[in-house]
Nanobody, 127 residues
Framework: QVHLVESGGGSVQAGGSLRLSCGAS????????MAWFRQAPGKEREAIAG????????PYADSVRGRFTISRDNDRNTLYLQMNSLKPEDTAMYYC????????????????????WGQGTQVTVSS
């Protein structure tokens, strides 16, 4: 069973940057899609960025488009999320997720489509 482990969270002031990492415990060559989700207290978990491994498509949620960038280092088996121009409303627990199932493009936002999840890393943005 592959395990995902996030790191890189922390506290930062508004306007600052953080880079999250998500390492896999073993080779993930059969992964179809990886994504970053976040969940703020009292809110539902939301998909914010995804990367389709084979064709490189990278969809983003409107709330982060232009500020966040998702990328993957295949050699290191690591997923990244570069977060710039952070806002207090970005405060949440951030999770990486992965699936080896071929799914419809628009379903990348559906948490139920992902079979692998990390434990989460907290991001706190102060004003």
């Amino acid at each position: 069973q592959v395990h995902l482990v996030e790191s890189g969270g922390g506290s930062v002031q508004a306007g600052g940057s953080l880079r999250l990492s998500c390492g896999a415990s073993e080779y993930t060559g059969n992964i179809y899609l990886m994504a970053w989700f976040r969940q703020a207290p009292g809110k539902e978990r939301e998909a914010i960025a995804g990367i389709f491994i084979r064709d490189g498509l990278t969809p983003y949620a409107d709330s982060v488009r232009g500020r966040f960038t998702i990328s993957r280092d295949n050699d290191r088996n690591t997923l990244y999320l570069q977060m710039n121009s952070l806002k207090p409303e970005d405060t949440a627990m951030y999770y990486c997720a992965a699936t080896s199932t071929d799914l419809l493009y628009w379903r990348w936002t559906e948490a139920s489509e992902y079979s692998l999840w990390g434990q989460g890393t907290q991001v706190t943005v102060s004003s």
